[in-house]
């Protein structure tokens, strides 16, 4: 099993909903995010383009952040989602340094705190709350392993893309183009 | 011209605009490391070579700083941490792949062995010394047995940590200015030459002083040529390492890096020991405060330029 998620870049509007979602699904504290919406717009007036995508942590299968964390409380889990276990975490900020994406944070209680695909949800046959709620429909969740899954069946039709591949770390959200 | 304008719309604590998740506390650890290390290094090394007596300071009674400074050192990473009631877990887990944990596991080493060497010369350097108890006098007459041993595990441990506190940085392939496999034995350099600076500076014997003058000038040469050299790498790599060096050629960090790192820690120093070597009168205390604050601004301004380097995507 490997989970992966799929956002659609010609799909996103920007409308932050997702980010919503997650701070109220997972208690994210206020000021805080886990994931967040990033605008980029290419070329000169008037030629421009504008890209809009919603990026969380990419639970990436070469973590870096994993193979640094000195306690193991940064670990993989069902299906190579990368969680932290907040009674291991000392909060050291060797993880926080070591995400080339800037996915993790240093929470108000002291462990470090990221995206976790809301593996709560997953567990229960659910989509993550950012998934659920995003009005363009424009994200795709599912196991890559399975081949009628809705990302594996999106990646199949569409042209995608992953954020920095050059750092290494196999990223798992994949950006459809 | 095309243009490429990014807007984020995150504002995490310590991470946005900027990471700055490290501030004083993980410089100064690495630097109180590496100046331990290189302390204890000289102190096996001539040990071992018979100095014992001739090189007293070096051998006997400098190293009985080092319990202090490793001490010091893990108090900044302890308030570094921002889980601190869950601290121990750093000692339930060795993981070799992460530098932070065999780093810790390394003090965890050479913080005892600092205090068993300096309590097997204590009596040396204290003469009306008293241990109170016997058991505790039986055990260091021990350890005086097995000096020799003793030596060789500190000369390798402190090169494993002076080492670790560049390699700490240098993991990290997400920050591109770290991400250089110089850093290791450039900070290790940077340690000993600290340790140097930090003998020559404490001892009596002008014969020692010359000693440690003269390493220190080797090795300044050498970190100078590790210095070039981790430029010359980043100018020759991809495009998020040439913008990490321009941080240090033009950038931000230029002037704090080339004055207080390369000039006033390396070059003053240097020329300084040299016109001393030909004969002249300088304090030692000059070159030395020199050197070794030039090698705590390294530490600090590599944690913070490094944690201004980034990708761009
Ligand atoms: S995106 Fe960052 S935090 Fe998430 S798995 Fe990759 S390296 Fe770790
Ligand atoms: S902050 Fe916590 S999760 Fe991150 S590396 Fe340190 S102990 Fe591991």
Redesign the pocket.
């Known amino acids: 099993m490997r989970y992966a998620m799929a956002v659609d870049t010609k799909k996103c509007v920007g409308c932050s909903d997702c980010v919503v979602a997650c701070q109220t699904e997972n208690n994210v504290p206020i000021g805080y995010c886990r994931d967040w919406v990033v605008e980029i717009t290419h070329g000169t007036y008037p030629q421009l383009e504008l890209e809009i995508r919603s990026e969380r942590c990419n639970h990436c299968d070469n973590s870096p952040?994993v193979r640094?964390?000195?306690?193991g409380?940064?670990h993989y889990s069902d299906g190579g989602i990368v969680l932290?276990t907040e009674d291991k975490?000392?909060?050291?900020?060797?993880?926080?340094s070591s995400c080339p994406y800037d996915a993790r944070y240093p929470h108000p209680d002291g462990?470090?705190d990221k995206c976790t695909f809301c593996i709560h949800r997953v567990q229960k046959g659910q989509k993550p709350a950012c998934v659920e709620v995003c009005p363009t429909k424009c994200m795709y969740f599912g196991d890559l392993d399975d081949p009628n899954s809705d990302v594996s069946k999106v990646l199949k039709k569409r042209k995608f893309k992953t954020l920095i591949p050059e750092a290494g770390t196999k990223p798992q959200l994949y950006f459809l183009i | 011209m095309k243009e490429e304008l990014i807007i984020s719309g995150r504002m995490n604590y310590k991470v946005d605009p900027s990471l700055h998740i490290w501030g004083w506390e993980i410089p100064l650890y690495l630097f109180l490391g590496g100046l331990a290390a290189g302390v204890l290094f000289f102190a096996g090394l001539y040990y071992l070579r018979g100095k014992e007596n001739e090189y007293q300071s070096a051998v006997k009674w400098v190293p009985m700083i080092t319990p202090f400074l490793l001490a010091i050192g893990l108090g900044a990473l302890f308030l570094d941490l921002h889980h601190k009631p869950y601290f121990w877990r750093l000692y339930t887990t060795i993981k070799l792949q992460s530098p932070m944990s065999w780093g810790a596991w390394t003090l965890m080493v050479i913080t005892p062995l600092s205090i068993i060497w300096s309590a097997t010369y204590i009596k040396d350097v204290f003469p009306k010394w008293d241990w109170k108890y016997k058991w505790v006098d039986d055990l260091v007459a021990y350890f005086i047995e097995y000096r020799t041993q003793l030596a060789w595990i500190m000369i390798i441990f402190s090169v494993i940590l002076g080492i670790y506190t560049g390699i700490l940085l240098s993991a990290f392939n997400a920050r591109p200015l770290w991400n250089t496999s110089i850093l290791g034995p450039l900070f290790l350099t940077s340690g000993l030459s600290a340790g140097a600076a930090l003998i020559m500076m404490l001892s009596k014997n002008p014969l020692e002083r010359i000693r440690f003058s003269q390493i220190d000038l080797m090795l300044i040469a050498v970190e100078l040529t590790m210095v070039i050299h981790m430029f010359m790498g980043f100018r020759a790599s991809t495009e998020v390492q040439i913008e990490a060096a321009a941080l240090f050629l033009g950038g931000p960090y230029t002037l704090s890096f080339w004055i207080f790192v390369v000039f006033i820690g390396m070059l003053l120093p240097a020329f300084l020991e040299i016109w001393e070597l030909k004969g002249n009168h300088i304090p030692a205390y000059i070159p030395a405060v020199m050197i070794i604050s030039g090698s705590l601004m390294l530490r600090f301004i590599i944690v913070h330029a490094g944690q201004a380097s980034r990708y761009l995507y």
């Open positions: 952040c640094c964390c000195p306690t409380a940064s932290v975490c000392i909060g050291c900020g060797a993880c926080i462990h470090v």
